[in-house]
C-alpha cells in the first residue's frame, strides 16, 4: 500500500511536469506566431549613428543563394578577410533609430545578413587612430544586409554580437 502511494505521488510528479512542458512549449508557438521565429533585437552603428536592428526569421525562400550573398557581401566589407567566422543568415531586417522610428523607410525587409565575426567595423570617415572617440563608432564584427532577391546592398553595420536572430 506504501508502495502504491509512492508510485501515485512520483506519476502525479510526472504529471505535473508534463503539464508544466506542454504549456511552456505551447507558449512559445503562440509567441513564434505565422512568422516562425522569435525577432530579436540588437544595438549597432550604421555610419557614425547608432541604431537598432529587429531581426525575424523569414518564413519564404530568397531568390539569391547563400554563396552569392557571402561573396556579394564580401565585396563591400574591406574588413573581411580578417575574420574568424562568416555566418549567413535569411531573415527579415527593420532598422529603427534611437528613438524607436523606423529608419530609412526599412521595415521588415527580407535579406541576407552576412556577418563578418571578428571583422572590426570601422564606418566611413572614421575618427582618426588615438581618437578616444573612436570606441563609439568601432563595433567587433561587421555585418552586411544584402537584398534577398538581388544581392544589392541595403545596409552595412557594426555590431558587438554574431547576428543571429
Known amino acids: 500500500m506504501v508502495a502504491a502511494a509512492r508510485r501515485r505521488g512520483k506519476l502525479g510528479a510526472w504529471r505535473s511536469a508534463a503539464s508544466l512542458l506542454v504549456l511552456v512549449c505551447g507558449t512559445m508557438l503562440a509567441a513564434c506566431g505565422a512568422g516562425g521565429g522569435l525577432a530579436t533585437e540588437q544595438d549597432v552603428v550604421v555610419g557614425q549613428e547608432q541604431a537598432a536592428v529587429v531581426l525575424a526569421a523569414a518564413s519564404d525562400q530568397p531568390a539569391l543563394p547563400r554563396d552569392q550573398a557571402i561573396h556579394l557581401a564580401e565585396q563591400q566589407a574591406p574588413t573581411w578577410p580578417v575574420a574568424t567566422a562568416v555566418t549567413a543568415h535569411y531573415l527579415r531586417l527593420t532598422l529603427r533609430d534611437l528613438d524607436g522610428q523606423v529608419r530609412a523607410g526599412m521595415q521588415d525587409r527580407p535579406v541576407w545578413l552576412v556577418t563578418f565575426v571578428g ?33 544589392v546592398l541595403v545596409t552595412i553595420y557594426g555590431v558587438n554580437s554574431d547576428g543571429r536572430a
Open 119 to 151: 571583422a572590426a567595423f570601422l564606418p566611413p570617415n572614421a575618427p582618426q587612430p588615438g581618437c578616444p572617440c573612436k570606441g563609439y563608432y568601432q563595433r567587433a564584427n561587421t555585418a552586411v544586409a544584402l537584398d534577398a532577391r538581388t544581392g
